[in-house]
T-cell receptor, first 111, second 115 residues
Framework: ETGVTQTPRHLVMGMTNKKSLKCEQH?????MYWYKQSAKKPLELMFV???????ENNSVPSRFSPECPNSSHLFLHLHTLQPEDSALYLC??????????FGPGTRLTVL | AQKVTQAQTEISVVEKEDVTLDCVYE???????LFWYKQPPSGELVFLIR??????QNEISGRYSWNFQKSTSSFNFTITASQVVDSAVYFC????????????FGAGTQVVVTP
C-alpha cells in the first residue's frame, strides 16, 4: 500500500529558515508517527500521535515542532535547524495492528 | 531490554541466486511481534510481513519466505531467485505489547542484486 504521502520529497534549507514537512495518510488510520533516519544510524522515533493527541515525544529538540490537526494530516515544523539534522524524515500511520505504513520520506539537507 | 541484530551489513548476489538475511532478536517479553520491511532507493519503508510470538509457522509469499525459530530467537528472511528489483535495504524489527507503537529496528542489510 502507498497510502501515505509526504511533501516535499526533497528540501534544502539554511539554519535560519523556517519550513514545514507535510504528511497525509489516506488509509483511515488513527495513529501517525514521525521518524528520523540518519546515515549509518537506526530509525529514530520522534513523535507519536493517536487520535490527534501527542502520546510520545522521544526527547526531540524544540526546533522540531509537530502538529496534527486531524487524524489524516501530520506536520513537522522546522526552525533554526543544525547541519546534523540533515536526514530522511519518514512519516507512518497505523490502525489496530502493530505494523505501520510509511510514506516515501522527505530528504532534508540543512546548510 | 530489546535488541535486534542484523549481522550482515551488505550482501551481493547475481540475479537468480537465493539470498538469506539473518535477524536475531532479544526480548524478555513473552508477547511480541517481528517484522520485515524493505527500503528501496526511493526511501519509503515497505511492510513485508508481521509475525507474532505465538505463531512459529514459516511463511512463503511468492519468492519470499520467512523462518521464525523461537528456540534461537531468529527470524530469517530468504529471497529465492533474486531479481534486480530486490535491491534494497531490508530491516528486521521487533515490537512488544509493552512498547506498542515503538519498533526496535535492526541496522538493516543492504542487498545488491546484479544482472
Amino acid at each position: 500500500e502507498t497510502g501515505v504521502t509526504q511533501t516535499p520529497r526533497h528540501l534544502v534549507m539554511g539554519m535560519t529558515n523556517k519550513k514545514s514537512l507535510k504528511c497525509e495518510q489516506h488509509l483511515g488510520h488513527n495513529a501517525m508517527y514521525w521518524y528520523k533516519q540518519s546515515a549509518k544510524k537506526p530509525l529514530e522515533l520522534m513523535f507519536v500521535y493517536n487520535f490527534k493527541e501527542q502520546t510520545e515525544n522521544n526527547s526531540v529538540p524544540s526546533r522540531f515542532s509537530p502538529e496534527c490537526p486531524n487524524s489524516s494530516h501530520l506536520f513537522l515544523h522546522l526552525h533554526t535547524l543544525q547541519p546534523e539534522d540533515s536526514a530522511l524524515y519518514l512519516c507512518a500511520s497505523s490502525q489496530g495492528w502493530p505494523e505501520q505504513f510509511f510514506g516515501p520520506g522527505t530528504r532534508l539537507t540543512v546548510l | 531490554a530489546q535488541k535486534v541484530t542484523q549481522a550482515q551489513t551488505e550482501i551481493s548476489v547475481v540475479e537468480k541466486e537465493d539470498v538469506t538475511l539473518d535477524c536475531v532478536y532479544e526480548t524478555r517479553d513473552t508477547t511480541y511481534y517481528l517484522f520485515w520491511y524493505k527500503q528501496p532507493p526511493s526511501g519509503e519503508l515497505v511492510f513485508l510481513i508481521r509475525r507474532n510470538s505465538f505463531d512459529e509457522q514459516n511463511e512463503i509469499s511468492g519468492r519470499y519466505s520467512w523462518n521464525f525459530q523461537k528456540s534461537t530467537s531468529s527470524f530469517n528472511f530468504t529471497i529465492t531467485a533474486s531479481q534486480v528489483v530486490d535491491s534494497a535495504v531490508y530491516f528486521c524489527a521487533l515490537m512488544t505489547t509493552d512498547s506498542w507503537g515503538k519498533f526496535q529496528f535492526g541496522a538493516g542489510t543492504q542487498v545488491v542484486v546484479t544482472p
